[in-house]
């Protein structure tokens, strides 16, 4: 994506914010690549049949993202890291209303390594991840907004650091240390890091 693109996003994403309704219908063909990207990347491991795809978790994302009011949208990586929370949000809420059971039920399984390098998802599910992100989320919110941001939302280091207003150095540091911490939780290991 070049400059000027990066600019029309977030000029539509500030008159959006000003309630300038014809700017979220620019902005929706502009972000929608991008958009099904993080969703494709949300839905690898997906059980075979399952009755969402990428498009419609982007559809049930843009549904949503319509509904969400008084967001002071920064920049296109803000809008992105919030469309990958409203992502995340969609596919926990729907392996919870099929009754999946915590382990094993069917649900996607998620390796926090290799999801990140955009290879296969396996190990643990999604739940599981969901709960770990969200106990964490308890006693250090930044490092698991770090986590949420790199994790499901895909951003890069600079992204994420310019989202939350950190250096990247912090986003670097608190991302090895939410992946450790993340990895012992789902497995159910004692970490040192809880306290």
């Known amino acids: 994506m070049d400059d000027s693109s990066r600019s029309k996003i977030t000029a539509c994403l500030h008159a959006w914010t000003e309630g300038d309704r014809d700017a979220l219908g620019q902005l929706l063909p502009a972000v929608s690549e991008e958009l099904r990207r993080i969703a494709g990347r949300q839905m690898l491991g997906e059980r075979a049949g399952h009755t969402l795809s990428p498009t419609a978790l982007v559809n049930e994302a843009y549904i949503r993202l319509i509904d969400i009011k008084h967001v002071q949208w920064q920049d296109r990586a803000h809008f992105f890291a919030v469309c990958a929370q409203v992502m995340r949000r969609i596919l926990v809420d729907y392996a919870r209303s099929r009754g999946y059971l915590k382990r094993g039920g069917g649900a996607q399984r998620v390796t926090l390594e290799e999801s990140i390098a955009g290879g296969p998802v396996r ?64 497995s159910g290991s004692s970490n040192r890091l809880e306290r």
């Open 123 to 186: 190990e643990t599910e999604l739940l599981d991840l969901d709960e770990a992100l969200s106990a964490l989320a308890k006693f250090d919110p930044r490092k698991a907004e770090i986590a949420q941001l790199r994790f499901f939302g895909g951003l890069n280091v600079q992204e994420t650091a310019a989202v939350l207003g950190v250096s990247s150095e912090t986003v670097h540091r608190d991302w090895k240390i939410s992946k450790a911490w993340l990895a012992r939780k789902i």
